[in-house]
């Protein structure tokens, strides 16, 4: 495979990643599978919102399908994934530290 061909792999998955209701579904699926009910519940997206975010993931491998009677059960593919979710929230943290103690400063600052 092409060095190319992984970047772009790679740019559709950010993409992907990219809308936060994705993010939030991925969070709901963190201690394993769920419903599309429980996933429209939790969300509170329309079911046919939810489905297009459910097919949209699936097709790009982040999740598994299954089916059992009348109820569809979603999953993560692939643990990494929470690991990748887990180092994105680090950095975020880590930013937002920076961003309190900067406007710490600067109140210290303005009331001299």
């Not at 190319?4 to 709901?28: G, Q, V, W």
């Not at 999953?75 to 994105?88: G, Q, R, T, Y």
């Amino acid at each position: 495979m092409a060095l190319s061909t992984i970047y772009e792999l790679h740019a559709e998955i950010c993409k992907m990643f990219s809308n936060p209701k994705r993010l939030e579904i991925i969070d709901h699926l963190r201690n394993g599978e769920k419903t599309v009910s429980e996933l429209v519940n939790l969300s509170g997206l329309q079911q046919s919102a939810l489905s297009k975010h459910l097919n949209l993931m699936r097709q790009n491998g982040v999740l598994l399908r299954r089916k059992e009677g009348v109820n569809v059960f979603y999953s993560l593919s692939d643990p990494k994934i929470l690991e990748a979710f887990e180092v994105f929230r680090q950095i975020l943290r880590g930013r937002l530290e920076e961003n309190e103690k900067l406007a710490e400063e600067l109140k210290e600052v303005a009331s001299r």
